[in-house]
């Protein structure tokens, strides 16, 4: 409570009179004689309490009374801010936050929930005074000050606030709330108010409470929310779509996982429409408990090669920002593999060392519909094949090779291809490292010199086992969950010592703590030297169960590694990727819409090209285009954060400090009434008089009643 | 009207007041209003025959004259004239709250002395004994009854003498005065009841049982049946000194309603088992009084 003319609260010792009076009249009784007090006694026993209370109840009706009197002339104001304690002619340095996060979106009575949110702001920025400073920021997923200092510039204010867009971004209280309270902090001399507007959902709210203590705000800064919007629609939202296969072949059956979240009070029945490319392809209908998620799986088969989109679509509702999911798909081609196994002996049967690798890529024989094409020769037969059309090949314990085809690996490595190099007991350490290696200069095919042999695979003494896997690279990434099996358990019985090259990256060691498997990056391709045999002769790696998954994902990993892969991310986030330099020549972004952006790269300090984009607000499929538009790189998903669909809101009781201050427009006081009152408080002068007018009213009717029918 | 017109026949007791002898003030209250008496209003124990009259039904069985019925065969009931030769008990409340006087010209006890010698001046004049009981918290004076005018005087200097003294202790009085009366009498207690009204009531039910007749003026002065205060007041009390402080205006309607209580119950009490209760307002005239009693006395004896 706060006081226009606190000087007249001296007439507070006013109340010295009554009690003055109460006081002496109780001392000054007269002596009289009286037979017997008998019957006096008796009946003072019985008035005397009354009596007293009688007394005590006037005495305090005329201090109480003395007390409005001197109310009333110090007009007192009461409010519930800091503000409303602030002297009436302190300016005001005030913040409006309003929500566009993509929850404000939904639409109430068929008015968008947003634009009245946006009206609320204009009507607070218009109770702005000649000498108040004010700024206004956006709470959605990073938030921000729209203007990071504050300003007198009303006119500026209400117009940003006007061609504030609604942002498909989730909800961070923080990230904008606390920069507010940052700003405002200092300015002592100012009556501070946060005006919050938003929806108040409780998925935004939560966290923001459970890790921020507002009651610690400072207290000479008023909180206060404007809650837009009413009671929570019912929401159908797609909160998840993915593909469940590591790689996807074109020709091939992928399960596509979608998620469906129903945010009501009763069980509802949606159909799910999937389209690849923008054309419809699948649809089924899904019927998903109240206030659950539930998860589907849809059979989808792709045909294009390269980026596919993809998208997943509900009918829509009150909030249809939330009724389509995108993803995007890179499909490729069934992946060729070549294995140049170790030519066959004359008079000997067919030589059988790539059996292992072939069993594990392809373990039904199928001629079709395999992931893999696998396809085995020796050197000689490689003569005539182009390995440009092969994504692996695989070099297994070869003893010498042509200088010709060194010449085609070398090529095919740099240009983009793979290779897997096993070794066993017909490899020469010193053949490989000078054919394979240093006489290739650059264009060196091993990741690793190769020395001595180590251990004995004839007599199998000593077994060793693969440690300090890296379960980080994607080979083996795998087996990083428990249960996935455990790559170490395999034996090895011989291998060759090596020591790996300074880019190249050492996968796994030998118990020992000699390189066991060692990757390197050669030019726009891979190659990976396996220091053991492809078959069961030093090791018996090849009849456990992690060999076959650990060569699936070798050769995935490898195709996809050229790839640029940048998945799905929510609106707002950058997005950032390595490119070559030959792909970072005239680069375009092509956003949902349409629009075409140019995307500068840059080159890093090690002279990595890389670009960074921050325009994806939209949600939907984006596509990251070379060479003027003539070549797709990749291309990416926005899609909105699955929280925003859950529209429950929170009880403002929850939230410490608030002050809330709703308005529904026809009912109550206007917002600027409310706004006014919030910031100057209650008038409280008026009912002072009138309460002071129904006290003298009462202690009238009660000094004058009279005692007799009280008594009896 | 009718009422003041009448009252006003009598002596206003300003005057009896600037009377200093109580025999004066006896015999100028008794001569002023005896005229309009004609029978004694005492009912005596040693009658004389009067004559016969015819039985009708509602005569006491007890009255009839069984040996005239043996002779006539006819019931007639024999009827005797009063003899005023009966002894009769003054007993006056001396304690100190009998010595209040408030707006009135006479204190409480020099009113009920008046009314008291006005009463022995009354049955001496009429040949019955009178004798007179001053208490307090105790017995105080004991004067037997003795018939002849010459005896007025022994009353009523005994009257003047005493001083209102002392707190009350009517029941323990009241027994011994019982135990002194050896033969029946009439017993006239002169008191402002200021003791617990249960007991008082008790002794006096068992005064009656010894068959004595028992009159009760009941002296109060008029500050105490009006209680016309309004101030804060330090009420002393006349007996045991004590004092309280309250509101009398507040305590008015209270005090006044166990004041009616109180005589109510006495009224009723008292008269359940044949005592005359009488209410001795001090500002009323004492013939008016004894008016009253003598009213009473006379539809007693008409029963």
């Known amino acids: 409570m706060t006081f226009t003319s606190p000087l007249f609260l001296l007439g507070i010792l006013g109340i010295a009179v009554p009690i003055y009076l109460h006081l002496y009249y109780r001392k000054t009784p007269v002596r009289k004689d009286f037979p017997s007090l008998r019957l006096i006694r008796l009946s003072v026993e019985f008035v005397a309490r009354r009596k007293k209370i009688r007394n005590l109840l006037l005495m305090t009706l005329r201090i109480i009374a003395i007390i409005l009197v001197v109310m009333s002339l110090a007009k007192p104001f009461l409010g519930q801010s800091a503000s409303a304690r602030s002297s009436s002619d302190t300016p005001s340095a005030f913040i409006v936050l309003l929500d566009n996060s993509m929850s404000m979106g939904c639409t109430h009575q068929g008015i968008s929930v947003f634009n009245t949110a946006r009206a609320r702001a204009l009507e607070i920025l218009d109770q702005m005074q000649p000498g108040d400073r004010a700024t206004v920021g956006l709470i959605n997923d990073p938030g921000r000050l729209i203007f990071p200092q504050l300003t007198w510039d009303q006119e500026t204010l209400k117009k940003s606030i006007s061609n504030v867009p609604l942002s498909m971004a989730g909800t961070n209280m923080a990230s904008s709330i606390l920069p507010a309270l940052k700003l405002l902090s200092p300015l002592k001399a100012y009556r501070r108010a946060i005006y919050v507007i938003t929806d108040m959902t409780e998925s935004a709210w939560q966290p923001f409470i459970e890790k921020y203590d507002l009651a610690k705000v400072e207290q000479g800064i008023d909180l206060i929310m404007v809650p837009v919007g009413d009671t929570a629609p019912d929401n159908m939202a797609v909160t998840g779509l993915e593909a469940e296969a590591p790689v996807i072949m074109s020709g091939r059956q992928i399960p596509l996982k979608v998620t469906l979240a129903n945010h009501s009070q009763r069980s509802r029945k949606a159909r799910v429409t999937i389209s690849i490319n923008g054309e419809r392809k699948l649809e089924e209908e899904i019927e998903v408990e109240a206030n659950a998620v539930k998860d589907t799986r849809i059979m989808a088969n792709f045909t294009t090669t390269g980026m596919n989109q993809l998208t997943a679509t509900i009918q829509g509702d009150a909030m249809p920002f939330d009724d389509q999911r995108h993803l995007a798909v890179r499909v490729f081609e069934p992946c060729r593999v070549l294995l140049i196994k170790p030519d066959s002996l004359p008079g000997q049967p067919e030589n059988r060392e790539d059996i292992f690798v072939r069993f594990a890529l392809n373990p039904l024989n199928r001629g079709k519909d395999n992931n893999f094409a696998v396809e085995a020769r020796s050197a000689a037969e490689t003569r005539n094949i182009d390995l440009n059309n092969y994504a692996v090949v695989g070099l297994i314990n070869q003893r010498h090779l042509e200088p010709e085809l060194i010449k085609r690996l070398s090529e095919y490595l740099m240009n983009g291809g793979n290779l897997i190099t096993f070794l066993g007991n017909r490899v020469e350490p010193e053949w490989y490292n000078k054919n394979l290696i240093d006489d290739l200069g650059s264009g060196y095919l091993l990741p690793a010199r190769i020395y001595k042999r180590v251990g004995n695979a004839v007599s199998r003494n000593v077994g060793y086992q693969m440690t300090d896997i890296d379960v980080g690279h994607p080979a083996f990434s795998i087996f990083a969950q428990d249960g996935s099996g455990d790559p170490g358990r395999a034996q090895i019985f011989e291998f060759f010592q090596v020591r790996p090259n300074p880019t190249a990256l050492l996968l796994t060691r030998m118990s020992h703590g000699l390189p066991g498997i060692v990757e390197e990056k050669r030019g726009r391709g891979r190659s990976m030297l396996v220091t053991f045999s492809a078959d069961t002769s030093w090791t018996n790696w090849p009849v456990r169960p992690t060999w076959l998954p650990f060569l699936h994902q070798t050769l995935i990993s490898m195709i996809t590694a050229n790839e640029l892969a940048i998945g799905s991310i929510r609106p707002g986030m950058p997005v950032s990727a390595t490119v070559t330099s030959e792909d970072a020549r005239d680069m375009q972004l092509t956003q949902p819409d349409g629009n075409k952006l140019k995307l500068a790269a840059q080159t890093g300090a090690q002279g990595l090209v890389h670009f960074t984009t921050r325009d994806t607000d939209q949600t939907g499929y984006y596509k990251i285009l070379s060479d003027g538009g003539k070549r797709t790189l990749s291309a990416f998903a926005v899609n909105p954060p699955a929280e925003e669909s859950q529209l429950a809101r929170i009880n403002l009781r929850r939230i410490p400090r608030f002050i809330p201050l709703a308005h529904e427009p026809g009912r109550g006081s206007s917002v600027k009434e409310k706004v006014s009152l919030l910031r100057d408080g209650y008038d409280l002068s008026g009912a002072a008089l009138l309460a002071l007018l129904l006290l003298a009213v009462i202690e009238s009717w009660f000094a004058n009643l009279p005692t007799a029918r009280r008594v009896e | ?303």
Not at chain 2, 54 to 68: A, E, F, N, S
Not at chain 2, 111 to 124: H, N, P
Not at chain 2, 142 to 167: D, F, Y
Not at chain 2, 255 to 279: C, Q
Request: aromatic share 8%; proline share 2%.
């Open chain 2, 1 to 303: 009207m009718e009422k003041t017109r009448r009252l006003s026949r009598f002596l206003d007791p300003k005057l009896l007041a600037s009377l200093s002898s109580m025999e004066i003030r006896a015999r100028t209250v008794v001569e002023g209003m005896v005229e309009g008496l004609h029978k004694s209003p005492f009912k005596g124990f040693n009658v004389e025959f009067s004559e016969y009259r015819q039985y009708v039904p509602g005569d006491p069985l007890k009255d009839i004259d069984w040996k005239v019925y043996g002779r006539t065969d006819k019931f007639y009931i024999k009827e005797h004239e009063e003899e005023t030769n009966l002894s009769g008990y003054l007993v006056m409340d001396t304690s100190g709250s009998m010595s209040y006087k408030g707006q009135g010209s006479l204190s409480k006890i020099d009113y009920a002395s008046t009314l008291a010698a006005s009463l022995a001046y009354l049955m001496l004049k009429q040949q019955d004994s009178v004798g007179l009981v001053t208490f307090a918290n105790g017995l105080r004076r004991m004067i037997r009854p003795r018939t002849g005018m010459a005896h007025l005087k022994a009353v009523c200097s005994e009257l003047e003498a005493t001083r209102a003294s002392e707190v009350t202790n009517i029941g323990a009085s009241l027994d011994l005065v019982g135990q002194s009366m050896k033969k029946r009498g009439i017993f006239i207690l002169f008191s402002d009841l200021m003791d617990n009204a249960e007991v008082i009531i008790q002794k006096l039910r068992q005064l009656r049982t010894r068959r004595h007749e028992i009159v009760l003026f009941h002296v109060l002065d008029r500050d105490e049946i009006s209680f016309p205060f309004d101030d804060t007041t330090i009420f002393h009390d006349l007996e045991d000194e004590s004092e309280i402080v309250t509101d009398a205006f507040q305590l008015r309607t209270e005090y006044l309603r166990r004041v009616k209580h109180l005589m109510n119950t006495f009224k009723s009490a008292l008269r359940k088992s044949g005592i005359d209760y009488l209410i001795a307002d001090t500002s009323m005239p004492l013939e008016a009084n004894l008016r009253s009693f003598f009213s009473r006395r006379q539809a007693v004896s008409a029963r």
